[in-house]
């Protein structure tokens, strides 16, 4: 059995007051960037340029993904009205109009 007893009473602060100060004044100080390897002075042309995310290998158009998407109130209620009320569901609605957005400032982005 252990002779230690339990305290009712939190650490004191000032054991690690030292390496506390310490950690905080270094807070503000810019640590340089470690030296890139040898080999890692390519230029940015020498280099191929890496494929877009959804060009690798192993994307497929098949395969449906979820993303969940935060609206205010008013707004998904809208989104519900327009399910109602056109044959569309709310997913259906969401792509038509979602999926063109994407394309464009994607072609916007890359230039392709």
């Known amino acids: ?7 009712s009473h939190p650490p004191s602060m000032d054991e690690g007051r030292n390496s506390l100060d310490e950690f905080i004044g270094r807070a503000g100080v810019h640590t340089p960037e470690p030296p890139a390897p040898a080999g ?23 395969v449906a993904k979820v993303f ?6 008013p707004d998904l209620l809208k989104l519900k009205y327009i399910a109602e009320h056109t044959p ?13 957005a994407i ?7 890359t230039g392709n």
Do not use: H
Not at 40 to 54: F, G, I, K
Not at 68 to 73: G, V
Not at 88 to 100: A, E, G, I, N, W
């Open 1 to 7: 059995m252990s002779d230690s007893k339990l305290s």
């Open 40 to 62: 890692a002075a390519l230029t940015m042309s020498a280099v191929a340029p890496e494929p877009y995310p959804w060009k690798v290998p192993g994307v497929r158009e098949d």
């Open 88 to 100: 569309d569901s709310m997913q259906q609605f969401c792509q038509r109009v979602l999926r063109p």
């Open 68 to 73: 969940n998407l935060r609206l205010p109130e």
């Open 103 to 109: 394309e464009a400032k994607i072609q916007e982005l």
